[in-house]
């Protein structure tokens, strides 16, 4: 996930490059939501197919193992999402302020 912005857009026009440096967000956008919720996703599945087979409606139940999904991925991939995007703002906030001058 890491972007190097700043070598894709160097000698385009500002239009291309605000282009560019959109779509590059967009898919790190995209990227980083992903690896939240994907596997919030499939817990919520198993969770719903469980309380289906066994008939329990109790709401807390499919609250909290998708709260302990969501510290677990922010525990492991939590680092890696923050330093790609603090790249890739910094690169791209560096691209923007050279196509002003």
Request: aromatic residues 4%; glycine residues 6%.
């Amino acid at each position: 996930m890491i972007y190097a912005v700043a070598g894709v857009v160097g000698d385009m026009p500002d239009d291309r490059m605000l282009v560019a440096i959109t779509r590059a967000a967009v898919i790190l956008f995209a990227e980083s939501t992903a690896v939240f919720l994907v596997p919030i996703l499939v817990v919520a599945v198993v969770v719903g197919l469980v309380q289906t087979i066994l008939s329990v409606s109790e709401t807390s139940l499919s609250f909290l193992p998708k709260l302990l999904t969501l510290v677990a991925v922010m525990a492991i991939a939590g680092d890696s999402v923050m330093r790609a995007l603090g790249d890739f703002m910094e690169s791209g906030l560096l691209d923007m302020v050279g196509a002003i001058r």
